[in-house]
């Protein structure tokens, strides 16, 4: 592990950005154990709060996409979150031969009781840093997603 007293090369904060990603997937498997989901449930229910929050809400198709699942598997994962009262499928606002997802308000709850505190330690340790270098940091992170995304997409196989 760095020292935090050294000063960073660029092998240490790789080491510290694959912990750091490693800490965040054995987080969300906590969530899921703690509520009996899969994985895959998890990730669906991430990727549903994400499209809600950006304006953008999912249909099973794009969700199938996100997660790189059939059809069949999709349909499988909503019934399974239907069920547990985790989520809803509705009649696309756009165009109603589609459905939409929607998180419902008690999964919102659960998710915001188990992530919310982590949400403010984050907040907490925002604060150390000043507006200069979370700019620096903002830009690393995006750089480093896009980075993952690119790679991610490039090695995936095609149908």
Known sequence: MPDPAEPIDRTA?????????????????????????????????????????SGTPLGPAALASTLHLSRPATTALLDRLERAGHVARRPDPDDRRRSVIEMQPAASAL????????????????ERYTPEQLEVVAAFLRDVTDATISTREALTPRP
Do not use: W
Request: no cysteine; proline share 2%.
């Open 13 to 53: 904060l790789l080491y510290l950005l694959r912990r750091q990603s490693e800490e965040a997937i054995r987080f969300a498997a906590v969530f899921g154990e703690t509520h009996g989901l899969h994985q895959t449930d998890v990730s669906a229910l991430a990727a549903i709060a994400h499209g809600a929050a």
């Open 111 to 126: 998710a915001g009781e188990f992530f919310g505190p982590l949400g403010a330690a984050f907040g907490r340790a925002i």
